[in-house]
């Protein structure tokens, strides 16, 4: 399959917000989700009151297809000029 990588990445991502979403009182689930999700690092230095933790879910699921297609486009490079 050609985009195995950017489906793999995209339900880790999902994962990722759904494990934050159900568990977001427990302190490991929330070091785990800020350490994992790039646009909450840069989401938390822009808001100083409330953070859109709808917005915040789309980015990192999104962040992490972007991950995930590009490292299918490098590995598809690859095999091409191989």
């Known amino acids: ?3 195995t990588y ?6 880790i991502g999902a994962a990722l917000c759904l494990m ?3 568990g977001h009182d427990s302190d490991p689930v929330y070091m ?3 350490s994992l999700s ?3 690092w840069i989401y938390s230095l822009f808001t100083y009151t409330r953070v859109s933790m709808t917005l ?4 990192t699921i999104l962040s992490w297809t972007l991950i995930g297609y590009v490292i299918d486009r490098l590995s ?3 095999r091409v000029r191989h």
Request: glycine share 0%; hydrophobic share 50%; no cysteine.
């Open 56 to 59: 915040l879910y789309t980015t």
């Open 38 to 40: 790039v646009p909450a």
């Open 32 to 34: 785990i989700f800020y």
């Open 6 to 11: 950017t489906l793999l990445l995209t339900a």
């Open 1 to 3: 399959m050609r985009y």
């Open 76 to 78: 598809w490079r690859k």
């Open 20 to 22: 934050h979403m159900i």
